[in-house]
């Protein structure tokens, strides 16, 4: 029920609730929460200004207790706490809050580490120049004045803003069901927005764009990528990505630190800095030594303290992942049109803003014509007394009183009553010969004045120029240099950002055992050399492949029953030297069964076009595919087809236009082109490579650009060098030549590969022992040789495989 004229009239509850809640919705919308499109600012800012300028707090004047101006304000204007509205005071003289303070401060007023301010008590302020520019012109009646809360004073509804607030502070707010969050801008690019479209309304927001580049924070950082920029200038809504300010350097030890210098807007560096150290004590930032904070009054420097080995790179890239070192800002350009809230484009929010200036300037130019020729009134009232000063002089004399003299001098020479009262106040001084001169200056100074206020009021191209000028002078004296950077986004951060490429050894065990090290982790040996232990294997295991990439690369694994898989070189788990590794099986997306072992691991950048895949299999079949077919994320593709009985032994990539060499385990080698063999599909079988003996079997393929030498190892040890031109190009599928000479004591063909005498490689035996080897060491002899003993095997075992070490400017570090 509602009381309604003295009567008790029933109501719908329902209907009660929504009207009171929206009533209370829009006079939080209207005035509390959101600021206007004209000055860019809500009731309680506006009020502030107003009375500070009222209490005569301006920039040439001393500061005063910021108690007292919030008492004023609170007396006069603002109806509520007081805790509020110093609130407001202060958030409008943080230079890290707003892009062009408005309040000049005195005292504690806070801090980036979110300290508070200190007591209005003790904290002193005065407007700032650049607030002088908001008010300029307010007495001009450039703008409308209503009744404050109790009656008895009156305030504006807006501020003239002579530059354009909302754009160059910005402005955030929650308010009923909706919200804004608009950035702040650098003052002379949005000024010379607004200038440019004085001179053409019909811009859009991508003509405005070619002078606001985008939000410039007063915290400085790096704005990543247009996107979000150009969504918020278009639409009225975007996702800005903001990134901080960091330098790397290194210490007198030798470690390197990141420097942060700026950060995001409205981050919190001590919560920044709690929150990087509970993820060091969590273990997710492992490289992070020390940190502490170092600023000062000349600026932020807080300070990260890395390990000794650790990529400054790599832990920047993880700081931004898990920190708000880099942050979004999320914009929602809504303001205040007539009352009623909008979500604006640049352009229509610099239209407003122009819209306001016209006004602005229009009623200033009405007020100051209205001022001239109320004074040209007054001159021309004292010239015509000058005129007849004698007439003038009788009359008063013979008047009883003022009333009298006034009405006599009104009649008589038809002046108005205020012409009459001025002649009335003029001194004696007026009535020198000089006097009498200057007014008559005066009275043509005015005409020109009143003749130039008409035709600017009579030309809105005239009005225009007017505020371009005055918005040149604004920018002459107040705009300075862009603070926050604006730099192209490299996409979204990658797992593989967060990890430092970083060259490895991988391992692969007949049984399907997988591990990654560190190149280092293996030293160089002369030649005979007995090795490191590299793995503590089963007995019935061996190595059967080491081959050295990088952690960003992706690993290729073919099995022997044709299949394949792919994961990325830093998924597969790091171990010590002697460790065994972990099951391929057991890695992201491989699924290994049954009697299915791996036979080939292959590390690839990416699937160009162009490349192919080179396969062999044990029974001397080959094959040729393009490289992008086996670019799948599904798990398990057939890579070959295999004829019963046979295995895949190798698979290499290559350009499809060089010349393949394939080698047996009885010493026989066959070399041809690789255009003999035709592209096929992945689910193909091939062709034949290598007719081959009884009891023989391919186990080894190589490209002829690989290197100008056939190097080769028997399983007791003897190796050689031998020049590809001692090998002829025959045709596809023939028996080939000799390639090693082997012997009871040389054993079997091990293994072998093109490569350079410039090139390392590593020697595996059955027992897990690895050597590294320099190929140089190695001789170099003819087809039909032994070669020379490069590795002493243990009884019992003997040279299960080689591989080549491609990385020489690590060596040569080495």
């Not at 004590?281 to 420097?301: F, T």
């Not at 200036?357 to 009623?363: G, K, L, N, S």
């Not at 050295?548 to 694994?557: C, G, I």
């Amino acid at each position: 029920m509602t009381l309604l004229n003295g009567r008790i009239e029933p109501v719908e509850i329902e209907e009660e609730i929504q009207r009171s809640y929206l009533d209370y919705a829009m006079s939080v919308i209207v005035g509390r929460a959101l600021p206007d499109v004209r000055d860019g600012l809500k009731p309680v800012h506006r009020r502030i200004l107003w009375s500070m300028l009222e209490s005569g707090l301006r920039p040439d004047r001393p500061h005063r207790k910021a108690a007292w101006a919030v008492g004023e304000v609170v007396k006069k204007y603002h109806p509520h706490g007081l805790d509020a509205v110093y609130e407001a005071l202060v958030r409008m003289a943080q230079d890290f809050s707003l892009r062009y303070p408005l309040v000049d401060p005195h005292g504690n007023f806070g801090s980036v580490d979110g300290d508070p301010p200190a007591a209005m008590r003790y904290t002193e302020a005065r407007l700032a120049p650049i607030a002088l520019e908001v008010l300029r012109d307010i007495e001009a009646e450039t703008v409308d004045f209503v009744p404050n809360y109790d009656g008895h004073e009156q305030e504006p509804t807006v501020l003239p803003s002579r530059f354009p607030n909302l754009l160059v502070n910005g402005a955030g707010g929650i308010a009923v069901g909706m919200a804004t969050n608009i950035p702040p801008q650098n003052l002379g690019e949005v000024i010379d927005a607004v200038v440019h479209y004085l001179d053409h309304p019909e811009s859009k927001p991508k003509d405005l764009m070619k002078f606001i580049k985008g939000p410039d924070f007063p915290t400085g950082a790096a704005i990543l990528g247009k996107q979000g920029i150009t969504d918020a200038y278009t639409t009225g809504r975007g996702s800005i990505k903001v990134r901080a300010a960091t330098t790397i350097e290194e210490t007198a030890q030798g470690r390197q630190r990141i420097v942060v210098t700026e950060l995001p807007y409205q981050v919190n560096k001590a919560r920044l800095a709690e929150k990087i150290a509970e993820l060091v004590r969590a273990g997710k930032l492992k490289d992070i030594a020390d940190l502490r904070d170092e600023s000062n009054r000349q600026g932020m420097r807080l300070v990260i303290e890395l390990k000794r080995n650790a990529n400054p790179h790599v832990v920047l890239n993880q700081l931004f992942k898990h920190t708000q070192l880099q942050e979004s800002f999320g914009a929602i350009m809504l303001s205040l049109v007539d009352g009623v809230p909008r979500i604006l484009n640049l352009a229509e929010m610099v239209g407003y803003y122009a819209d306001h200036q016209v006004d602005v300037v229009t009623r200033r130019t009405q007020y100051e014509l209205k001022k001239a020729e109320e004074r040209d009134h007054i001159v021309q009232g004292l010239l015509i007394a000058l005129q007849h000063l004698d007439a003038v002089i009788k009359i008063i004399r013979g008047s009883r009183d003022a009333d009298e003299a006034r009405t006599k001098l009104m009649k008589q020479f038809k002046l108005s009553e205020i012409q009459a009262n001025h002649i009335l106040d003029m001194p004696l001084r007026r009535l020198t010969r000089l006097a009498r001169e200057e007014l008559e200056q005066e009275h043509k100074d005015l005409l020109a004045t009143i003749r130039r206020l008409k035709a600017l009021l009579k030309d809105p191209k005239k009005i225009r120029t007017v505020i371009k000028d005055e918005l040149a002078e604004i920018r002459k004296k107040h705009a300075d240099p862009r603070r926050t950077q604006l730099r192209p986004d490299a996409g979204e951060l990658d797992v593989e950002d967060l990890i430092a490429e970083e060259d490895v050894v991988i391992t692969v065990t007949r049984a399907g055992y997988v591990k990654r090290q560190p190149i280092d982790a293996f030293r160089r040996q002369g030649r005979g050399g007995r090795g490191v232990r590299g793995a503590n294997l089963k007995e019935e295991d061996v190595v059967s492949h080491v081959f050295t990439t990088t952690t960003h690369h992706w690993l290729l694994f073919f099995t022997t029953k044709g299949k394949v898989y792919r994961v990325k070189v830093h998924e597969v788990p790091e171990a010590g030297r002697t460790a065994r590794g972990l099951y391929a099986a057991n890695l992201p997306g491989v699924s290994i069964t049954g009697d299915e072992k791996v036979s080939t691991v292959i590390d690839l950048k990416d699937y160009d076009e162009g490349a192919y895949l080179f396969f062999a299999t044990k029974r001397g079949m080959v094959k040729k595919t393009p490289l992008p077919e086996y670019d799948s994320p599904r798990t398990g593709l057939t890579a070959v087809n295999l004829k019963p009985g046979d295995e895949l032994m190798d698979v290499l990539l290559t350009n499809g236009k060089d010349e393949m060499i394939l080698v047996s385990r009885k010493g026989q080698a066959i070399r041809f082109k690789e255009a003999l063999v035709r592209p096929m599909g992945r689910a193909t079988a091939g062709v034949i490579g290598m007719r081959l003996g009884e009891g023989d079997e391919v186990i080894a393929v190589g490209a002829a650009s690989a290197g100008e030498e056939l190097i080769s190892v028997t399983q007791q040890g003897y190796g050689k060098r031998t020049p590809l031109k001692e090998y002829p190009t025959k045709g596809r599928g023939g028996k080939g030549v000799i390639g090693h000479s082997l012997t009871k004591k040389t054993g079997l063909l091990a293994g072998a590969f093109v490569g350079s005498k410039d090139q390392d490689m590593f020697v595996i035996s059955s027992s897990g022992i690895v050597i590294r080897v320099a190929a140089g060491d190695i001789r170099r002899v003819g087809r039909a040789s032994q070669g020379v003993r490069t590795m002493r095997v243990e009884e019992g075992a003997h040279v299960v495989a080689l591989a080549p070490v491609i990385m020489q400017a690590e060596l040569e570090e080495e």
